[in-house]
């Protein structure tokens, strides 16, 4: 423990400052600053919060602009500083319960013709390019090809479905290699790794697809960052109803926190050690499994823990408490906080979509982008279709699988359509032979008897046929034949 860390042990626990470090206009050698709300002892004899100055933390963060121009912090909280939480098994949350509904709204639709609503569907598609607002233009928008099915199905998705209390946010990739300013990467996909970026608001337990959103360049942020903003924006019109949001450590921040549990959203995510706000605990290095380290700011709880790695996770739902959970693997229990246990239960929901649009998704070769974007939608929107029909409660017996639901959805769209097909060569004159338009078939001879093949024998042209004479005949044509080609030449 270094003299700076025995300094704020004394400070918090009340037995006064007695360390080298105490005196006014001394600072602690080798930290560029104090962490926020440890008292600094002044002239007078009265504590001040270091939060009242103007000054950087030593990772380099400090206050944003928003906060410099009025010299206070932008978000209002009942608690200003981080406390730490010594008894974690009595640091219960209290919730307000969830108001909404969740499960399939079935919504009627109307009776139009496959073809002439894929007419309707695809006719933005196929207007004339010089419509296009140019690339230098206000009016410029990346998704301009697809933007009608786009906002047609994100329209349709949220009203087919009652999201539940806990939903998910994460991105998605859509697979595509060519030339196009949509395209990036990410590495930690395995399906897809090149191609538009995705960000989709998902039911965490059955994996609905609720909204979707396209990452674009010069798309809208806000003060707190752009995943903040992607996450508001998702959220639109879910606000005040008690969710249980769960992110990844791309999204969870303390603004995003603080500001949904304002409009009635609970959070729970992963964070990054060095984001704005939190504690200095926060970045301890945790050396033995199962070591916790929690602080509470209001309703805010951080949690540092190790675990094979060192996991920091924020949460305005879940407490430090430890549960037991049993592994399915190992078929043992552990113990590990509430809030590990909410998080795993509830970050899996758009992967769970991701995999079963990938799994019958319409792969094909195209140098167009906006060709795989628009039939991806259609990909999600029958893995939507599909989580509908299983959560129906009004179904009867066992429910079909994924692939013949979607074989059963494409039969239902052909119909009785049937593609004629033309016929190679001149046109037969006479009447075609029986035993080549009736059904025939290979069956064993009677009473162990044998014949000849009258393939086998025709092909040797002076009728003395002196071969192997054979088990099985064409019983319609009276005659014998072996099996394979020879039954297959006769009928042909």
């Known amino acids: 423990m270094t003299k700076y860390d025995e300094y704020a042990t004394k400070n918090r626990a009340g037995t006064g400052s007695s360390s080298g470090f105490d005196q006014p206009g001394q600072r602690c050698p080798g930290r560029a600053t104090r962490p926020s709300g440890l008292p600094i002892q002044r ?105 009608p ?79 903040y903003k992607v996450c508001e924006t998702l959220m639109s019109g879910l606000f005040e109803r008690n969710h249980h949001l769960v992110v990844d450590n791309y999204y969870t921040s303390v603004p995003l926190c603080e500001e949904m549990l304002k409009k009635g959203v609970y959070v729970t995510g992963t964070v990054q050690a060095n984001r704005k706000g939190l504690p200095q605990e926060m970045k301890h290095k945790l050396k033995q499994k199962g070591d916790i380290i929690a602080c509470r700011k209001g309703g805010m709880l951080a949690i540092n823990w190790m675990d094979r790695k060192q996991v920091r996770l924020l949460t305005t739902h879940a407490s430090a408490k430890q549960v037991e959970v049993v592994r399915r693997r190992y078929g043992d229990t552990r113990t590990i906080p509430q809030v590990v246990q909410e998080y795993n239960a509830g970050m899996g929901g758009v992967n769970m979509s991701d995999q079963m649009t990938d799994a019958y998704a319409a792969e094909f070769r195209t140098v167009k982008c906006w060709k795989k974007v628009v039939f991806h939608l259609i990909d999600r929107t029958l893995t939507n279709a599909y989580i509908c029909y299983k959560e129906n409660s009004n179904k009867t017996g066992k429910p079909m699988t994924h692939h013949q639901f979607i074989i059963d959805v494409v039969e239902s769209l052909i119909g009785d359509y049937k593609e004629p097909r033309s016929q190679v060569g001149r046109p037969s004159i006479g009447t075609p032979v029986s035993r080549k338009t009736d059904r025939h078939f290979l069956e064993s001879i009677p009473d162990k008897k044998r014949k000849k093949c009258e393939v086998c024998a025709s092909n040797r042209g002076d009728g003395n046929y002196k071969g192997t004479r054979i088990t099985t005949w064409c019983k319609d044509c009276g005659v014998g034949l072996c099996r394979g080609d020879c039954f297959k030449k006769y009928h042909m």
């Not at 009942?78 to 108001?99: C, G, H, I, K, P």
């Not at 209390?165 to 930690?188: A, M, P, Q, W």
């Open 43 to 147: 002239h007078g004899g009265s504590d001040i919060d270091v939060s009242d100055f103007d000054v950087e933390s030593e990772t380099g963060s400090g206050l944003d602009e928003s906060e410099r121009a009025d010299g206070h912090d932008i978000t209002t909280s009942s608690a200003t500083t981080w406390e730490s939480v010594n008894d974690l098994d009595a640091n219960s949350v209290t919730l307000n319960s969830f108001t909404g509904t969740s499960g399939p709204v079935f919504n009627p639709v109307e009776d139009t013709e496959a073809v002439q609503y894929f007419d309707k569907f695809f006719a933005p598609l196929t207007e004339d390019r010089n419509k296009e607002p140019k690339r230098c233009s206000p009016e410029h928008d990346q998704i301009y090809k697809f933007r």
């Open 149 to 227: 099915v786009f906002d047609h199905l994100n329209a349709t998705w949220s009203q087919q479905y009652k999201l539940p209390c806990t939903i998910s946010i994460d991105e998605s990739i859509v697979g595509f290699k060519g030339r196009h300013n949509l395209v990036k990467y990410i590495r930690i996909k395995k399906h897809h790794q090149w191609g538009p970026k995705e960000y989709n608001l998902c039911d965490a337990k059955t994996g609905y697809c609720f909204r979707t959103l396209y990452h674009t360049s010069g798309m809208p942020t806000s003060v707190h960052g752009q995943p």
